[in-house]
């Protein structure tokens, strides 16, 4: 089945050095890839999408690129800042069922990150 | 403009209770699908209401349920409660049949 594996954490960085969170998938077809931000106590918040391969989706600093050959999506920033300390989850959305047009979002574990000052 | 919402934000149940957790999706969104998250874990879809029909569910047992009103708002019902239930629940709006989703900041749930 759908499936998505990222590199487990936690993550500890120093403000702004780079970062690189790793993210592979496995899926039927060409699945759309998101990476969601989760601050501590809160909901999941959209930080970039890409719907097909080689697009670059990127937002706030973060960058991701969808890499069919390797199946991967993996997040970068070149200086992370303390605001950035969080969990991310990278994550596909498929169909629900085999050729149906409502889709859900299958996610990886998730990657905890500390940047301290 | 509000975003996605849900009520309440935490909730603590004894076993074999029930409960339900109530969502609002962000305006012009007509799809909602509810997970479940376990502690240190990512978000597992549990299922989603679209036409106020359930379109799929996820590996989850009968004891969850749910619902979508004409205004496009849900609930999710768990029965039977078990300590495992134990979990942040997130909904999630969509305007693009669950392409892409929005999340509200969830309910916490705790059973004892």
């Known amino acids: 089945g759908d499936s998505v594996t990222q590199m487990e954490g936690p993550v500890t960085l120093s403000e702004e050095a780079f970062l690189t969170i790793n993210c592979t998938y496995t899926?039927?077809?060409?699945?759309?890839l998101f990476w969601y931000v989760q601050y501590p106590g809160e909901g999941l918040q959209l930080l970039l999408k890409a719907t097909k391969a080689d697009d670059k989706g990127s937002n706030k600093g973060f960058e991701a690129t969808y890499r069919k050959e390797t199946t991967s999506f993996h997040l970068e920033k070149g200086s992370v800042q303390v605001s950035d300390s969080a969990v991310y989850f990278c994550a596909l959305s498929v169909p629900l069922y085999s050729g149906g047009s409502n889709y859900k979002l299958t996610f990886g574990k998730g990657t905890l990150l500390t940047v301290n000052p | 403009d509000a975003g996605v919402t849900q009520s309440p934000t935490h909730l603590i149940k004894t076993r074999g209770q029930q409960v339900t957790l109530r969502c609002s999706p962000k305006s012009g969104h007509d799809t909602v699908s509810w997970y479940q998250q376990a502690l240190g874990q990512g978000p597992q879809f549990i299922f989603q209401?679209?036409?106020?029909?359930?379109?799929q569910r996820g590996n989850f047992p009968d004891r969850f349920s749910g619902h979508q009103f004409p205004n496009y708002s849900s609930e999710l019902n768990v029965n039977a409660l078990l300590l495992g239930d134990s979990a942040l629940y997130l909904c999630a709006s969509s305007s693009d049949l669950g392409y892409e989703q929005y999340f509200g900041p969830g309910t916490r749930l705790t059973v004892t």
């Open positions: 899926a039927t077809g060409y699945p759309s």
């Open positions: 209401y679209y036409e106020e029909e359930e379109r």
